[in-house]
């Protein structure tokens, strides 16, 4: 029985990821074959379930959305329903996340208010355009427009990201409808009809008094033109495409088909199918709306069948989200490490590293789909670096461990890969991770060399450095570093820096090679680039200084904490500087977070250049056997 | 020898070159946001010794001292070559050392070869246009052109903005007359005088252009994707000592490319359009009227002396090829539904140029240039850089190729593999070592 013991948490997790697999059964709107649905999006095609997920976090940060009044929660999809058909309803939602108090106040919005059911943070479109509030929101995002990114401060960001976030929301509003409209289906077959008499009248109004067009104003096919401009707007390249080819015509927005039809074109099969859905959804009618869907389905297998393929298999990498479930066996297991360092109790370790062995199948399968997906290498932008810095991480974290077996690799590894999956979902929130390539980047080999390699160089330079953080924590504060494990861990942060030189070695010059084929310039000193260099450089100066027996054990730890300060500058610090051909991933907010991890890795340095006399481990004896963390020497029993 | 060498060998001249390496980088990065790539690889990378302060003019008392990449990269070399000369012992468990190290003589040697050897231009051409050049994107040139019979080679004289920059007086033999440069503007820009205002104001030449555009300097640029424009003012004076007139040249004038800025240029001054989506609508109005005034400001200037005509301007330095390179077809794909007003590009997809190259040698053959696919071709690469349209026929293509001369381009490959080779050679031999070895 106590040799199954560790298997038992990481079983319950398993079955926890395995439980997230079955697709929910809709008891009346059958929102997960909508979320099937093909549409195209930034030149991707997409199912709506990911546009809707990248689009509702975009708003709301997450990708489910929770109603406080309600007390229920609605998935992406069934939000973006709402939004498209019921915009009456979905304009009342609090869906809009608001973090700068100087925002809240500037528009009159309420403050936290349990009573009233505000919690000061999450607000409605209606509240949010209250008043003259749309005036004051157009004159500060302006001025903060005209600011450099550099000069923006918090205020200026929310004020952006709030715009954004309404440009947004209001082209979902006019992505599948016309606002105002409750019987579409009957309205476009009208507006159909009365096209041929309709452009005769408006041929013989052009030359009539604007008093007598007064009359036309009711006319069915002026009201509904008018509504289709209206609908198509200033902003509709903001719109999806959510009309597949019919009739000889490629992809369409909604509007835009509309409009065509005055010059004589069929009435499209898909329009009208996405108007009875939309009838059907207003009139809260579920049956209605399942059969309008189940037809729109079979429309879209005959005319689209590898559209609808793919949003199969992409719906079901959503629902299966590998790196959520990932992320929280990686928290698991780096607590069960740290726990045996206090303990020393063999089934913790092992659970441990099943933990992190079950949290790495899902992270790999999640990398692989998503290749599968894309059709691309795995690295194809800062998200999906992220992603696959933790992966290299984590395999090197088992590796170590499989050599030592006393839980310094299991911590170091599976913290990287929690805190990578972190960096990874908050630069999701920017919208969709899989967007499409640009044509410099359009190329699979050097993406799966260059890109790859590089990045790996990334993530071990980072396992080298919080193996040294380990050293340096467990040596300074507590005396459970005996000179063994000094000595291992030592040898794990040289054996492991040894490999960052040959990957961040190779994969920058790949780099440089890459650069030489499509520019002419090995080498451009590119922000980038550079960033890469250094690393470069730092992991050769580590390397000479130990051969040339300038520094010893502890300098070897110093020097490598640092190194997770030149990494994380050539991975983050130089995107923010906004210059160069490299610079595809620029972000505001991370700024702080950078600055604060750049802070502590110096005082990390710092305590670590303490002498070793104020080092618990190192007072005063020299040859204590193995201790768990906490136990004094002599009370240690078997 | 030996010990004369000794302090050059040192690991810890290599562990502080490498430090200063890594400071010098850093630094040259920083200065790049504001002095731009150009500026700050001159500064810090192409030279000896340089300073980096901050833009910040309250911290300007900051001053660090770095050195330049060539002292670093020479003293790297020295260093390195240096302990493999005192401490070269072959031995099979140093060939991963030995290999890495070469690889990297390799890459620094190349890199200074490529500095000192590497040219760039650019040829920029529409559909079915033959160039015989390329173009400098920096340098300009003042040509003269004579009307003599023979329309052979020495009938133009070219005179590179080196020599007009420095302001003085210039006589070049084939030339009957003396150059003095009044003014030159490294980066300006062109207003228009409309007529009546020319009476009012004094023209800022008493011939050409300058009569109708008043040329005004601006603060260089220093961005990456963006180009200085200069203009001058001359004055052209006979041998006798008399006078024949100010002129003012610009590149504004010289260079075919600037249209479509220029046109832009106008519309904004004239509209007062602030944003780009209101130039974008008060571009149609004001089109016809911008048409006109540009091809005032391409008017021909000359000058005639002796009874020959000699005509003159400033336009981007050229390179003359041994061949001929003609645009056959351009093909420019954008991602489905991504064009917008904002942006009517869209998504790049792909680009690709169909080139014919016809060398008086070699003969003709065509090829296609697109991303991560140049064409090596006489010594020279040509990459695909721009693409757009011409301004005058919509739907005739044009197309930007860099053209690229590095005889050292295949150093980076070679120094690349060696190093890899080394390092894994070593660390293998290390690995095996190590796993060898009983763990605590």
């Given at each position: 029985?106590?040799?199954?013991?560790?298997?038992?948490?990481?079983?319950?997790?398993?079955?926890?990821?395995?439980?997230?697999?079955?697709?929910?059964?809709?008891?009346?709107?059958?929102?997960?074959?909508?979320?099937?649905?093909?549409?195209?999006?930034?030149?991707?095609?997409?199912?709506?379930?990911?546009?809707?997920?990248?689009?509702?976090?975009?708003?709301?940060?997450?990708?489910?959305?929770?109603?406080?009044?309600?007390?229920?929660s609605l998935s992406a999809t069934e939000w973006l329903a709402e939004v498209m058909f019921?915009?009456?309803?979905?304009?009342?939602?609090?869906?809009?996340?608001?973090?700068?108090?100087?925002?809240?106040?500037?528009?009159?919005?309420?403050?936290?208010?349990?009573?009233?059911?505000?919690?000061?943070?999450?607000?409605?479109?209606?509240?949010?355009?209250?008043?003259?509030?749309?005036?004051?929101?157009?004159?500060?995002?302006?001025?903060?427009?005209?600011?450099?990114?550099?000069?923006?401060?918090?205020?200026?960001?929310?004020?952006?990201?709030?715009?954004?976030?309404?440009?947004?929301?209001?082209?979902?509003?006019?992505?599948?409808?016309?606002?105002?409209?409750?019987?579409?289906?009957?309205?476009?077959?009208?507006?159909?009809?009365?096209?041929?008499?309709?452009?005769n009248a408006l041929e013989a109004a052009r030359a009539r008094s604007s008093a007598e067009?007064?009359?036309?104003?009711?006319?069915?096919?002026?009201?509904?033109?008018?509504?289709?401009?209206?609908?198509?707007?200033?902003?509709?390249?903001?719109?999806?495409?959510?009309?597949?080819?019919?009739?000889?015509?490629?992809?369409?927005?909604?509007?835009?088909?509309?409009?065509?039809?005055?010059?004589?074109?069929?009435?499209?099969?898909?329009?009208?199918?996405?108007?009875?859905?939309?009838?059907?959804?207003?009139?809260?009618?579920?049956?209605?709306?399942?059969?309008?869907?189940?037809?729109?389905?079979?429309?879209?297998?005959?005319?689209?069948?590898?559209?609808?393929?793919?949003?199969?298999?992409?719906?079901?990498?959503?629902?299966?989200?590998?790196?959520?479930?990932?992320?929280?066996?990686?928290?698991?297991?780096?607590?069960?490490?740290?726990?045996?360092?206090?303990?020393?109790?063999?089934?913790?370790?092992?659970?441990?590293?099943?933990?992190?062995?079950?949290?790495?199948?899902?992270?790999?399968?999640?990398?692989?789909?998503?290749?599968?997906?894309?059709?691309?290498?795995?690295?194809?932008?800062?998200?999906?670096?992220?992603?696959?810095?933790?992966?290299?991480?984590?395999?090197?974290?088992l590796v170590l461990e499989r050599l030592w077996r006393n839980a310094i690799g299991l911590?170091?590894?599976?913290?990287?890969?929690?805190?990578?999956?972190?960096?990874?979902?908050?630069?999701?929130?920017?919208?969709?991770?899989?967007?499409?390539?640009?044509?410099?980047?359009?190329?699979?080999?050097?993406?799966?060399?260059?890109?790859?390699?590089?990045?790996?160089?990334?993530?071990?330079?980072?396992?080298?450095?919080?193996?040294?953080?380990?050293?340096?924590?467990?040596?300074?504060?507590?005396?459970?570093?005996?000179?063994?494990?000094?000595?291992?861990?030592?040898?794990?942060?040289?054996?492991?820096?040894?490999?960052?030189?040959?990957?961040?070695?190779?994969?920058?010059?790949?780099?440089?090679?890459?650069?030489?084929?499509?520019?002419?310039?090995?080498?451009?000193?590119?922000?980038?680039?550079?960033?890469?260099?250094?690393?470069?450089?730092?992991?050769?100066?580590?390397?000479?200084?130990?051969?040339?027996?300038?520094?010893?054990?502890?300098?070897?730890?110093?020097?490598?904490?640092?190194?997770?300060?030149?990494?994380?500058?050539?991975?983050?610090?130089?995107?923010?500087?906004?210059?160069?051909?490299?610079?595809?991933?620029?972000?505001?907010?991370?700024?702080?977070?950078?600055?604060?991890?750049?802070?502590?890795?110096?005082?990390?340095?710092?305590?670590?250049?303490?002498?070793?006399?104020?080092?618990?481990?190192?007072?005063?004896?020299?040859?204590?056997?193995?201790?768990?963390?906490?136990?004094?020497?002599?009370?240690?029993?078997? | 020898?030996?010990?004369?060498?000794?302090?050059?060998?040192?690991?810890?001249?290599?562990?502080?070159?490498?430090?200063?390496?890594?400071?010098?980088?850093?630094?040259?990065?920083?200065?790049?946001?504001?002095?731009?790539?150009?500026?700050?690889?001159?500064?810090?990378?192409?030279?000896?010794?340089?300073?980096?302060?901050?833009?910040?003019?309250?911290?300007?008392?900051?001053?660090?001292?770095?050195?330049?990449?060539?002292?670093?990269?020479?003293?790297?070399?020295?260093?390195?070559?240096?302990?493999?000369?005192?401490?070269?012992?072959?031995?099979?468990?140093?060939?991963?050392?030995?290999?890495?190290?070469?690889?990297?003589?390799?890459?620094?040697?190349?890199?200074?070869?490529?500095?000192?050897?590497?040219?760039?231009?650019?040829?920029?051409?529409?559909?079915?246009?033959?160039?015989?050049?390329?173009?400098?994107?920096?340098?300009?040139?003042?040509?003269?052109?004579?009307?003599?019979?023979?329309?052979?080679?020495?009938?133009?004289?070219?005179?590179?903005?080196?020599?007009?920059?420095?302001?003085?007086?210039?006589?070049?033999?084939?030339?009957?007359?003396?150059?003095?440069?009044?003014?030159?503007?490294?980066?300006?820009?062109?207003?228009?005088?409309?007529?009546?205002?020319?009476?009012?104001?004094?023209?800022?030449?008493?011939?050409?252009?300058?009569?109708?555009?008043?040329?005004?300097?601006?603060?260089?640029?220093?961005?990456?994707?963006?180009?200085?424009?200069?203009?001058?003012?001359?004055?052209?004076?006979?041998?006798?000592?008399?006078?024949?007139?100010?002129?003012?040249?610009?590149?504004?004038?010289?260079?075919?490319?600037?249209?479509?800025?220029?046109?832009?240029?106008?519309?904004?001054?004239?509209?007062?359009?602030?944003?780009?989506?209101?130039?974008?609508?008060?571009?149609?109005?004001?089109?016809?009227?911008?048409?006109?005034?540009?091809?005032?400001?391409?008017?021909?200037?000359?000058?005639?002396?002796?009874?020959?005509?000699?005509?003159?301007?400033?336009?981007?330095?050229?390179?003359?090829?041994?061949?001929?390179?003609?645009?056959?077809?351009?093909?420019?794909?954008?991602?489905?539904?991504?064009?917008?007003?904002?942006?009517?590009?869209?998504?790049?997809?792909?680009?690709?140029?169909?080139?014919?190259?016809?060398?008086?040698?070699?003969?003709?053959?065509?090829?296609?240039?697109?991303?991560?696919?140049?064409?090596?071709?006489?010594?020279?690469?040509?990459?695909?850089?721009?693409?757009?349209?011409?301004?005058?026929?919509?739907?005739?293509?044009?197309?930007?190729?860099?053209?690229?001369?590095?005889?050292?381009?295949?150093?980076?490959?070679?120094?690349?593999?060696?190093?890899?080779?080394?390092?894994?050679?070593?660390?293998?031999?290390?690995?095996?070592?190590?796993?060898?070895?009983?763990?605590?």
């Open positions: 029985m106590k040799r199954y013991l560790p298997l038992l948490i990481p079983a319950l997790f398993a079955a926890w990821f395995l439980s997230d697999l079955v697709p929910p059964t809709d008891r009346e709107f059958a929102y997960t074959r909508f979320g099937n649905l093909p549409i195209l999006f930034k030149g991707r095609h997409q199912p709506i379930d990911s546009f809707a997920r990248n689009s509702l976090v975009q708003i709301f940060e997450r990708y489910s959305f929770y109603d406080r009044t309600e007390k229920r019921r915009p009456d309803a979905a304009r009342e939602r609090s869906v809009f996340r608001i973090d700068h108090p100087d925002l809240i106040s500037l528009l009159r919005l309420p403050l936290k208010d349990a009573t009233k059911g505000e919690d000061g943070q999450h607000y409605s479109f209606t509240q949010i355009l209250a008043g003259t509030n749309v005036s004051i929101l157009q004159e500060q995002s302006r001025l903060a427009g005209a600011k450099a990114d550099a000069q923006r401060d918090a205020f200026d960001q929310g004020i952006l990201r709030l715009g954004n976030a309404l440009m947004l929301y209001n082209a979902l509003l006019n992505t599948a409808r016309p606002s105002g409209v409750s019987q579409l289906a009957a309205e476009l077959v009208a507006f159909q009809q009365a096209i041929p008499r309709g452009t067009n007064a009359d036309l104003q009711n006319d069915p096919l002026v009201r509904s033109t008018a509504r289709f401009l209206y609908q198509r707007g200033d902003r509709a390249d903001k719109l999806p495409l959510i009309l597949p080819p019919e009739g000889g015509a490629d992809w369409a927005r909604f509007p835009e088909r509309l409009l065509e039809l005055t010059g004589g074109s069929p009435l499209p099969v898909a329009a009208l199918s996405w108007a009875k859905m939309g009838d059907a959804f207003e009139a809260r009618d579920a049956g209605a709306f399942n059969a309008a869907l189940t037809e729109y389905e079979r429309f879209c297998i005959a005319t689209v069948p590898a559209d609808m393929t793919k949003t199969g298999r992409e719906t079901f990498f959503n629902r299966m989200a590998p790196f959520y479930h990932a992320l929280v066996i990686y928290i698991a297991a780096f607590l069960c490490a740290i726990a045996f360092w206090f303990t020393f109790s063999e089934p913790l370790r092992l659970t441990s590293s099943w933990l992190m062995m079950l949290a790495l199948i899902i992270h790999m399968e999640g990398l692989v789909f998503r290749m599968w997906l894309e059709g691309r290498p795995p690295v194809t932008n800062l998200y999906s670096s992220a992603i696959f810095i933790g992966w290299g991480a984590v395999i090197l974290g911590a170091v590894g599976s913290l990287l890969g929690f805190v990578t999956l972190i960096i990874a979902h908050n630069l999701a929130l920017e919208g969709d991770t899989m967007e499409m390539l640009r044509a410099v980047l359009d190329t699979n080999f050097w993406l799966a060399t260059h890109v790859v390699i590089v990045t790996l160089g990334y993530a071990s330079t980072y396992v080298a450095g919080f193996l040294a953080i380990v050293y340096v924590l467990r040596g300074f504060f507590t005396s459970s570093l005996d000179p063994a494990t000094a000595r291992s861990l030592a040898r794990m942060v040289y054996g492991i820096v040894c490999f960052a030189t040959l990957f961040s070695f190779v994969g920058t010059v790949l780099g440089g090679i890459w650069a030489d084929q499509s520019w002419g310039r090995f080498w451009g000193w590119d922000p980038k680039e550079n960033g890469a260099l250094i690393i470069v450089l730092w992991n050769a100066l580590i390397l000479h200084a130990r051969w040339g027996g300038w520094v010893k054990e502890r300098g070897l730890v110093n020097l490598a904490i640092a190194g997770n300060i030149v990494t994380s500058w050539s991975w983050f610090g130089v995107n923010m500087l906004g210059i160069g051909l490299h610079s595809y991933g620029f972000m505001n907010g991370a700024f702080q977070v950078l600055a604060a991890f750049v802070v502590s890795q110096l005082a990390l340095i710092v305590i670590g250049c303490l002498p070793a006399a104020r080092w618990r481990s190192f007072q005063g004896k020299s040859s204590t056997p193995t201790l768990p963390i906490g136990r004094k020497p002599g009370a240690a029993t078997a | 020898m030996k010990r004369l060498l000794a302090p050059l060998t040192s690991l810890r001249l290599t562990v502080t070159l490498l430090a200063l390496g890594i400071a010098v980088v850093f630094f040259g990065t920083l200065a790049q946001t504001e002095d731009g790539l150009y500026v700050a690889q001159s500064r810090y990378f192409r030279s000896w010794f340089s300073t980096w302060s901050p833009h910040d003019p309250s911290l300007k008392w900051i001053i660090v001292p770095l050195p330049g990449g060539y002292l670093l990269g020479t003293s790297l070399l020295v260093n390195l070559i240096a302990a493999h000369l005192v401490r070269f012992k072959f031995a099979w468990k140093k060939t991963g050392i030995i290999l890495s190290h070469l690889g990297i003589i390799v890459l620094l040697v190349g890199q200074l070869a490529t500095d000192m050897f590497a040219h760039e231009s650019r040829i920029s051409f529409a559909e079915g246009e033959w160039r015989n050049y390329s173009e400098d994107f920096q340098e300009t040139e003042l040509v003269f052109l004579s009307d003599l019979p023979d329309p052979a080679m020495n009938s133009v004289v070219a005179i590179p903005d080196s020599l007009l920059k420095i302001g003085e007086e210039i006589r070049t033999e084939p030339l009957p007359f003396t150059i003095r440069v009044k003014e030159w503007m490294p980066n300006s820009d062109p207003t228009f005088q409309p007529p009546m205002m020319q009476r009012t104001n004094t023209p800022q030449t008493s011939l050409g252009i300058g009569r109708s555009f008043t040329f005004r300097s601006v603060k260089e640029t220093r961005k990456m994707d963006d180009k200085n424009i200069p203009s001058a003012l001359l004055e052209l004076v006979a041998t006798n000592g008399t006078s024949l007139g100010t002129w003012a040249i610009s590149e504004w004038a010289g260079e075919s490319d600037l249209q479509r800025t220029a046109r832009r240029f106008w519309v904004r001054a004239f509209s007062g359009a602030g944003t780009d989506e209101q130039l974008q609508d008060a571009l149609p109005e004001y089109y016809p009227m911008t048409a006109r005034i540009y091809q005032q400001l391409i008017v021909p200037q000359s000058v005639t002396v002796g009874g020959r005509s000699y005509s003159f301007t400033l336009r981007p330095r050229r390179y003359y090829q041994p061949f001929s390179i003609k645009l056959l077809q351009t093909k420019h794909e954008t991602y489905a539904g991504t064009s917008t007003a904002a942006d009517p590009e869209g998504i790049p997809k792909h680009f690709q140029s169909r080139v014919l190259v016809d060398h008086p040698r070699d003969g003709k053959r065509e090829a296609d240039i697109y991303m991560n696919n140049p064409l090596r071709y006489a010594g020279l690469t040509f990459f695909q850089y721009q693409m757009g349209q011409d301004e005058a026929a919509a739907n005739r293509g044009t197309s930007t190729l860099q053209v690229v001369k590095n005889p050292s381009w295949l150093t980076p490959y070679l120094g690349c593999v060696l190093v890899a080779l080394g390092l894994l050679v070593q660390f293998g031999i290390h690995l095996n070592g190590f796993l060898r070895k009983p763990r605590a």
